[in-house]
């Protein structure tokens, strides 16, 4: 199995609000705690090493390109 | 028998012919170093009647505790040397865990132990004992010959043997050794002669051990972890129990920390008090009995072997405490070298199968090294982003299973299995189950000859061991000469006679090897498996034979 980025999500709007919706009046550190819950529990339910290794550089590519930019344009 | 206060031994030194001699003395193998290790090494070369020196720099065991967990492999090691049964009989083994998430409880774990194997996944006992045990069994065998109070001070590396430089009480003189083992330890005296440096990750932290004698308490044994408790916040704490109603505890302090200041007795018993007020344990009274602040790196040389001499041990590599793979993974290094050496000596085998302990045991500590790291990382986070998944798996092993898997305050340490080993022949047909070539052998419970209830592993003899189950091949013309080859029969039923060394009486070792009637292990001296078959030709197992012992 590999990585799905293809649209996956049942209903993409909701879940956008509820995410937001579940940072709502939480100070910045709160807010890294509850992403690292729900990190840790969305990992477990994928389980798969391999599409958790594919889902980790997908977000660090993105990251390091983004900065590389940043430099670049500075 | 009363026990022997190893503590307080002291081994005399005595000069030795070889202080004399007009030029200096030619010997096999000089192990440096009488510590769990070096012992242990020089007991095996001895059983496979490789004459030994072994030197030690002072004339006493351990100070302090020091290594308190041995693992079931190392265990099963001893047995093989002939002095597991003291230690099994005086450790502590403990099944139970709790771990703790500031004031709170957050899980305990039972290990439930597999049942099926003659030793437990490891005890809790102090170096001290380890080595006495272990000087006791090299005391019975006359080919060991110790020399306390004898320093290595310098080392000539030549073509065919070393000349060694050893000070002692009355003076310098020299030795010449084909081969040198270095088992000095982590501040290996050796491996500085050699001009080598150990590579790794130092990690700005310090640690207490404090040893503490209690009277008067009756209580489990236990391991318990505290993550950032109130009593010693923001770090962490480690209590477990060691024979002698003595119980380790590790304190974290912190790279700032003071070691002289914290190594006092009036600064570690409010602290050791304020832990106890948190335990069960609330007001027992205690002695402090060791102490020693540390830090520690997990690093390796990059290669094990320099020129004549071999390298073992925290000489050849470091971890940190969490996972008891500093002392454990030493013995395993002893237990792969001392066959390799004693073939090769005896001309049986070429230096190549030497490099191969470098290879096998250089694999084994990048393994231990990656397993302490991690638990490392897990107690001691280095980014506020780490300390923040952190806490976020601490905090949720309190209500969900999955987040206790990622708890990590030292993985059980388990011996290496060699995947890639040049000594292992690949599998020919399929098997199941987690034994594969280049695993440790695993025990199983049998019923002997004579009747009576044994295991597996205690059959297995100090050579090559060819397990044949549920059949009748003659596989002793598979031998090479001058390497011992024992062909054990295993059968699924029946009674052992004649020709039948061993009855699988639970049918564990057919369910833990995968064996069909037919079905071969080889294994190796080190009881490691190097090769296996669903019904092999004596030039298959031959072959494999040669291969183990590097040949081709």
């Known amino acids: 199995m590999s990585l799905i980025t293809s649209p996956h999500l049942d209903a993409p709007d909701d879940f956008y609000e509820a995410l937001i919706d579940a940072h709502r009046d939480l100070s910045i550190a709160q807010s890294h705690a509850l992403n690292a819950r729900l990190i840790l529990l969305l990992a477990n339910h994928i389980g798969a090493q391999p599409v958790l290794a594919q889902a980790l550089a997908a977000a660090r590519s993105t990251v390091q390109s983004t900065s590389a930019a940043d430099i670049t344009s500075t | ?552």
């Open chain 2, 1 to 552: 028998m009363a026990d022997v206060d190893f503590q307080r031994l002291r081994f005399d030194y005595a000069r030795h012919a070889d202080q004399d001699a007009p030029a200096p003395a030619q010997h096999p193998v000089v192990v440096v170093g009488a510590g769990p290790v070096g012992l242990a090494l020089a007991i095996d070369l001895a059983q496979r009647k490789v004459p030994v020196v072994l030197l030690d720099n002072d004339n006493t065991l351990s100070t302090g505790s020091r290594a308190i967990c041995f693992a079931k492999r190392t265990l099963e090691i001893f047995d093989r040397l002939g002095c597991g049964e003291p230690m099994a009989a005086k450790g502590v083994s403990w099944n139970v865990g709790k771990v703790f998430f500031g004031d709170a409880q957050i899980y305990a774990f039972d290990l439930l132990a597999e049942s099926g194997h003659e030793r437990p996944a490891f005890i809790n006992l102090q170096q001290y004992y380890v080595e006495g045990y272990l000087a006791q069994r090299a005391a019975q065998l006359p080919l060991i010959d110790l020399r306390w109070s004898n320093k290595v001070v310098a080392i000539a590396q030549r073509d065919a043997d070393a000349l060694l430089s050893i000070e002692t009480p009355d003076g310098r003189y020299e030795l010449v050794a084909s081969h040198v083992v270095a088992c000095d330890g982590s501040r290996s005296t050796l491996r500085e002669l050699v001009g080598q440096k150990p590579q790794g990750r130092i990690f700005r932290d310090r640690f207490l051990i404090a040893d503490v004698k209690m009277s008067a308490v009756d209580q489990p044994a236990e391991r318990w972890f505290w993550f950032d408790p109130r009593f010693h916040p923001n770090q962490s704490v480690l209590l477990h129990m060691q024979p002698d109603n003595v119980w380790r505890i590790d304190f974290q302090l912190g790279w700032d920390a003071d070691p002289e200041v914290e190594k006092r007795p009036e600064n570690i018993i409010p602290r050791v008090k304020d832990l106890l007020a948190h335990s069960v344990m609330k007001d027992a009274q205690f002695e402090l009995e060791w102490a020693s602040v540390y830090t520690f790196a997990c690093q390796r040389m990059a290669c094990f072997r320099h020129g004549r001499v071999l390298f073992a041990g925290d000489a050849a590599h470091g971890v940190s405490p969490f996972g008891a793979r500093g002392a454990n993974s030493g013995v395993q290094d002893a237990d792969n070298l001392a066959w390799k050496l004693a073939l090769v000596l005896q001309g049986r085998a070429p230096d190549a199968l030497l490099a191969t302990y470098c290879s096998e045991r250089e694999f084994a500590a990048d393994e231990n090294i990656r397993h302490s790291t991690r638990a490392t990382d897990f107690i001691t986070p280095k980014s506020d982003i780490s300390r923040v998944f952190r806490d976020a798996v601490l905090d949720l092993a309190r209500e969900h299973a999955f987040a206790r898997t990622l708890v990590n305050s030292g993985r059980l340490s388990v011996p290496a299995i060699l995947h890639d080993s040049p000594l292992n022949t690949p599998d020919s047909a399929p098997f199941e189950g987690r034994i594969v070539p280049g695993s440790a052998a695993v025990d199983a419970p049998v019923t002997l000859p004579d009747g009576s209830e044994g295991w597996l592993l205690r059959a297995l003899g100090d050579g090559f061991t060819a397990i044949v189950f549920d059949d009748d091949t003659p596989l002793a013309a598979a031998a090479i000469d001058g390497v011992p080859l024992d062909v054990l029969s295993v059968r699924s039923c029946g009674q052992a006679q004649d020709g039948v060394h061993l009855i699988d009486r639970e049918g564990v070792v057919a369910e833990r090897y995968d064996l069909l009637p037919g079905s071969v292990v080889l294994l190796r001296p080190d009881q490691h498996v190097c090769a296996r078959w669903r019904r092999p030709s004596v030039e298959a197992v031959r072959h494999a034979l040669e291969r183990a012992l590097a040949l081709h």
